[in-house]
T-cell receptor, first 112, second 108 residues
Framework: DAGVTQSPTHLIKTRGQQVTLRCSPISGHKSVSWYQQVLGQGPQFIFQ???????GRGNFPDRFSARQFPNYSSELNVNALLLGDSALYLC???????????FGPGTRLTVL | KNEVEQSPQNLTAQEGEFITINCSYSVGISALHWLQQHPGGGIVSLFM?????KKHGRLIATINIQEKHSSLHITASHPRDSAVYIC??????????WGAGTKLIIKP
């Protein structure tokens, strides 16, 4: 079975642009969580979706939004990019909200 | 004060040594994760536990709910165990609260 997949692997954007990151969960998993990991720091929780509903939201500005599709894949959108948004964005899937999470390889976003 | 605290922050040991990493949490949790992150970013779930003890190969994780404390042990450590080990706790708002991580280096 395929693990959690994320696309793209790497991305370079300039300040003010918008970006969409994608995540496909493990088959059968209904929950997807998004995390931001700035270099040298631990991951910070952004969102959790379960059964296409937002279940949890971390302390991130409204420029960050996400959604989950009927096939349980998910997109994370970031508008009006800032230099500080440069980070590794990790997606994790689980069967339900607080089950064991399985992580994708991440998308490394660089904002210039 | 962080809701999930790990110690030590950094740990260097010789191959073969017994390793212990500690995690204390102050939030009410439903379960606690131990995760491993290698250079380059990939995160692997090692254990999720809500009580007692779990073992997988040379790794052992324990949790004491009353004391709000968990430990990760590595027996017969090997250089390939070198990584950042992170504990993270599920709170009641479905947020995974992460510790700062323990950077482990095992020297041959």
């Amino acid at each position: 079975d395929a693990g959690v997949t994320q696309s793209p692997t790497h991305l370079i954007k300039t300040r003010g642009q918008q970006v969409t990151l994608r995540c496909s969960p493990i088959s059968g998993h209904k929950s997807v969580s998004w995390y931001q990991q700035v270099l040298g720091q631990g991951p910070q929780f952004i969102f959790q979706y379960y059964e296409k509903e937002e279940r949890g939201r971390g302390n991130f500005p409204d420029r960050f939004s996400a959604r989950q599709f009927p096939n349980y894949s998910s997109e994370l959108n970031v508008n009006a990019l800032l230099l500080g948004d440069s980070a590794l964005y990790l997606c994790a899937s689980s069967l339900a909200g607080d089950n064991e999470q399985f992580f994708g390889p991440g998308t490394r976003l660089t904002v210039l | 004060k962080n809701e999930v605290e790990q110690s030590p922050q950094n740990l260097t040991a010789q191959e073969g040594e017994f390793i212990t990493i500690n995690c204390s949490y102050s939030v009410g949790i439903s379960a606690l994760h131990w995760l491993q992150q290698h250079p380059g970013g990939g995160i692997v779930s090692l254990f999720m536990l809500s009580s007692g003890k779990k073992k997988h190969g040379r790794l052992i994780a324990t949790i004491n709910i009353q004391e709000k404390h968990s430990s990760l042990h590595i027996t017969a450590s090997h250089p390939r165990d070198s990584a950042v080990y992170i504990c993270a706790a599920w709170d009641s708002n479905y947020q995974l609260i992460w510790g700062a991580g323990t950077k482990l280096i095992i020297k041959p």
